[in-house]
């Protein structure tokens, strides 16, 4: 099965709704042992043949220039590797819209939520040379860490965090990225996030993963980025992956990311820095680096006869930590979330590894291996998720597995896709303000400075008969239009944004237009998904 990390608003992998919602649905029934071994083997035996994975491969193209016409998308690479060797590795299309260059095997992609199982692949090779271990509490190397609640702080794993079983609301953090915190900033105030139930919850956290990320760099006294480049992409040969936004910014062969317009063409709007959250969603690389780890991965931490990551930490990263996805019917399968990776169960009790990357500002990503077959393949795109990545490993499988595709899996990932997207929205429709609806206060009800733990201080201004309000290490400023009485709109920027919303003063005695009392409060919409958008006057 094929998964990305469940998001409530739009976004990043934001990272990352399971696609598996819908296709282990699809799918089938799970697969029920008689009895359990007392020994079971590592996998179940190989039941694909060569001629059927050969087959696969062989349409594989048609397969990738279908979607791409269908979609639009405008660049696509491919790597598939099979019992140790790469067997396609192919470019399509343009790397940006409007200027000469197309997609080859060594063309950079950022990865966005691929980078998890990356990153968790570099923590095995530091637990491998028995720094810490999965199961070490991060706060020993994190200076500062704290949750909301104080026994958890103490007791969250790495592994807790990995798996996206710390309690951390979904997504916690993402929208401090958006107003231009950095990491730093962003750790430091996951202590005001509410906690859901520890070790018993799952929700998909891009700052879980690099809080624990940034203890491990801490515990080797380095950078993340210096350490996954000396850990896993330097001993690897992964000449062109980085998790470091500078390095994929100065490729000269990349991929720039492209978003879609309502008139269905493509356009390179937007540059996504996601180096705060580096371990989470910064990382870029190619195909061909992709086809090496996936070598790398399927062959229990081994390149061409030498050990790169010790296999026992790295085989800890494959196995289900936390049901991600409950079974949706009595006789379905439930998904699970390893370290850095989904982690499902196939008909024939085969192991799917799966991950999706995708940014709502221009990329979409999937990697899918079945080890048992000693089978993968990375699918790298330039466009924002309309299903492309995901699809195109779904029907390789199946074609593998089935000889042709069991559905037609391109509309069902792209509307997964569009209801988290959806998700994130306000029910109000502020671009229709109420014909009766009231009017707003004078101007200098609503200005001044309001305070917020948690995303610092906000301020209202008003000029030229507008309001604007204002926040962040970056005064990122926002046009505030009229709704009705004291509620007003603005709309979203970044990875998380989610149209109008919703600002909403209050505001004490005293008739609309005439003097009285200031705002003493105002809550925006848009970042009061966890309770935490409400901001208090000085």
Known sequence: MVTM????????????????????SLLGAGHTPSAVAAAPPPQPPPQLTQAKVDDAVGKLDDIVRDAMRRTGVPGVAVAVVHKGRVVHLKGFGERRVGRSGAVDPDTV???????????????AGVVGGRTLGWDDPVAAHLPGFALKDPWVTTHVTYADLFSHRSGLPDHSGDLLEDLGYDRTYILDHLKYEPLGPFRASYAYTNYGVTAAAQ?????????????????LYGPAGMKNTSSRFSDYDRAKDKAVTHVKNADGTWQPKYVRDADAQSPAGGA???????ATWMRLQLANGKLDGRQIIPAAPLERTHLPEIVAQPPQAPAGRAGFYGLGW?????????LRLSHSGAFELGANTNVTMLPGEQLGITVLTNGAPVGLADSVALN??????????TTDWLPLVDRVYRQQEQQGRSPTDYARPPRNGAVARAADRYTGTYDNAYYGPLTVTAANG????SLGPKHTTFRLTHYD??????????????????????????????????????TVEAWDHDGLGTFTRR
């Open 5 to 24: 990390g469940v998001r409530r608003r739009a976004g990043h992998h934001r990272c990352a709704a399971l696609i598996a919602a819908a296709a282990t």
């Open 466 to 469: 507008e309001l604007s309000m």
């Open 215 to 231: 203890a491990v760099a801490n515990a080797k006294d380095t950078s993340w980025d210096k350490l996954s480049q000396d850990t």
């Open 396 to 405: 390789f499988f199946d074609i593998a597995q089935h000889g042709k595709p």
């Open 284 to 290: 870029s690389s190619t195909a061909r680096d992709m």
């Open 342 to 350: 989904n982690v499902g169960y196939d008909d024939q009790g085969r």
């Open 485 to 522: 009485g004291d509620t007003f709109a603005f709309r979203t920027v970044g990875e998380n944004a989610t149209g109008l919303s919703g600002v909403t003063f209050e505001v004490g005695p005293g008739s609309p237009g005439s003097g009285g009392s200031k705002a003493s409060r105002v």
């Open 109 to 123: 992609f950022q990865l966005a939520s691929l980078s998890k199982p990356l990153a968790s692949t570099v923590v």
